[in-house]
């Protein structure tokens, strides 16, 4: 089945830039997504990227598709205390029920001073 | 103001009880999900519905039930046959179909912690 794979944690330094990595295995995903969950809150999407897409910009946001390697990163620039967040990659599959999308496990990323 | 409202935020629940969480939404979208959410585990898919009276099972339905008598209303059972029920519950709905970006809305979840 399909697989979505990002590690669990990243520190960077506020005003530094954050690259939050994903990896995915079906190669037929159409649709990529990045949500940001707060501490005990719902995910909110922050942007998403056609497959046939490499490379989205939006404000802060850069979204990075490499689709040869099933690679798909997020760029946060001028990070700030209020990134501090889980960052989930998704994938929606070609294929299969509906819209039911697969989830990464998340990287929580942290913002130091 | 359109949006997903999850409820009991908060529910503690004594082992060997079934507790039904909540979820409404207003977004007029045809598809709504719940997902179940364990530290390091990320988002796990319990059951979606895609159209009224119509639901499957996700990868991990064993001990929950769902009903879709509504459009609006996608309500959860976690029955006592749930071994594990402690958890972070998400609801999520989206406007359905296969084409189109097909992003999910999500509502703020419900903690449920059994004693």
């Known amino acids: 089945g399909e697989d979505v794979e990002q590690s669990l944690f990243l520190s960077v330094r506020e005003g530094d830039s954050s690259v939050i990595n994903c990896t995915y295995t079906?190669?037929?995903?159409?649709?990529l997504y990045w949500y940001k969950q707060e501490p005990g809150a719902g995910l909110q999407l922050l942007t998403y990227?056609?497959?046939?897409?490499d490379m989205k910009q939006d404000q802060r946001l850069t979204v990075l598709l490499n689709k040869k390697d099933k690679h798909l990163s997020l760029r946060i620039a001028d990070t700030q205390t209020g990134d501090s967040a889980i960052y989930f990659c998704a994938e929606k599959p070609l294929t299969g029920g509906g819209n039911k999308l697969t989830f990464g496990t998340g990287t929580q990323l942290k913002v130091e001073l | 103001d359109g949006g997903i409202t999850q409820s009991p935020k908060y529910l503690f629940r004594k082992e060997g009880q079934n507790v039904t969480l909540s979820c409404e939404q207003n977004?007029?979208?045809?598809?709504m999900y719940w997902y179940r959410q364990d530290p390091g585990q990320g988002l796990r898919l319990i059951y979606y519905?895609?159209?009224?009276?119509?639901?499957q099972k996700g990868d991990i339905a064993e001990g929950y039930s769902v009903s879709r008598e509504k459009k609006e209303s996608f309500p959860l059972t976690v029955t006592s046959a749930q071994k594990n029920p402690t958890a972070f519950y998400l609801c999520?709905?989206?406007?359905?179909?296969?084409?189109?970006?097909?992003?999910?809305?999500f509502g703020e979840g419900s903690r449920l912690t059994v004693l």
């Open positions: 079906d190669s037929s995903s159409t649709y």
């Open positions: 990227i056609f497959s046939n897409m």
């Open positions: 519905s895609q159209i009224v009276n119509d639901f």
């Open positions: 999520a709905s989206s406007s359905g179909g296969t084409s189109g970006s097909g992003e999910l809305f």
């Open positions: 977004l007029n979208h045809d598809a």
